[in-house]
């Protein structure tokens, strides 16, 4: 069964920082790109950033225009873990974050499309205030 499990999530001030991790289990981790979606109230959910299954690759990493300067997106693994290291946070970062797992290979607009994703996990909060 697979499981993947975020954490991290929490309340933040604004300019603040935040590190999201995701566990998996239950699949091959290097066999799958892994990707970060948002979820705001009344929103639909969206993507925000990607990696590709091996971090050797090169461009292995594609991020939202919203997000990027801000957030990086890592894997480990020897810990089957993703991370979402997100810095100067602002209050429309408010959502809850999901870890999404990929077989599919990245296309040429980038890993951001929901249908793409196999595997996803329960989300966990993140709020921004002012």
């Known amino acids: 069964q697979v499981q993947l499990v975020e954490s991290g999530g929490g309340l933040v001030q604004a300019g603040g920082s935040l590190r999201l991790s995701c566990a998996a289990s239950?699949?091959?981790?290097?066999?799958?790109?892994m990707g970060w979606f948002r979820q705001a109230p009344g929103k639909e959910r969206e993507f925000v950033a990607g990696?590709?299954?091996?971090?050797?690759?090169?461009?292995?990493?594609f991020y939202a225009s919203s997000v990027k300067g801000r957030f990086t997106i890592s894997r480990d693994t020897a810990k089957r873990t993703t991370y979402l290291q997100m810095n100067s946070l602002q209050p429309e970062d408010t959502a809850v974050y999901y870890c999404a797992a990929t077989s599919t290979p990245w296309r040429t607009d980038g890993p951001i499309r929901r249908a793409d994703y196999d595997y996803w996990g329960q989300g966990t909060q993140v709020t921004v205030s002012s």
């Open positions: 990696i590709r299954r091996s971090p050797w690759s090169v461009d292995n990493t």
């Open positions: 239950g699949l091959s981790f290097s066999n799958y790109g």
